[in-house]
């Protein structure tokens, strides 16, 4: 995971961010990847900003929304959390 993706939205809630992981002002640790690839995180904040995703915004129809140029907020996109994979235990 790049958490360079991330990194407008960490900084505004005062974490440090490189490639590699996030961490507070003060240097510790809160999310980075382990030698597999896969993502960890000790922080429930951190964590909701990592799951969240910018995703074109739908009607109802399923059509993409389109932008009003006369408003500041764009209407275009809008954030979406991502579903966690989990395993199931199979059948008893």
Same mark, same amino acid.
């Given at each position: %995971?790049?958490?360079?993706?991330?990194?407008?939205?960490?900084?505004?809630?005062?974490? &440090?961010?490189?490639?590699?992981?996030?961490?507070?002002? %003060?240097?510790?640790?809160? &999310?980075?990847?382990? +030698?597999?690839?896969? %993502? =960890?995180?000790? #922080?429930?904040?951190?964590?909701?900003?990592?799951?969240?995703?910018?995703?074109? &915004?739908?009607? #109802?129809?399923?059509?993409?929304?389109?932008? #009003? +140029?006369?408003?500041?907020?764009?209407?275009? =996109?809008?954030? $979406?959390? &991502? $579903? $966690?994979?989990? $395993?199931?235990?199979?059948?008893?």
């Amino acid at each position: %995971m790049n958490f360079l993706d991330y990194k407008d939205e960490l900084e505004k809630h005062g974490y &440090a961010v490189t490639e590699e992981n996030v961490t507070t002002r %003060m240097g510790d640790v809160l &999310a980075s990847t382990d +030698p597999y690839g896969q %993502m =960890w995180c000790v #922080d429930s904040k951190v964590d909701e900003i990592l799951t969240t995703k910018r995703v074109r &915004a739908r009607t #109802d129809k399923g059509h993409f929304v389109k932008d #009003d +140029p006369s408003t500041p907020e764009n209407e275009a =996109w809008t954030t $979406k959390v &991502a $579903k $966690k994979v989990t $395993k199931s235990k199979g059948k008893k």
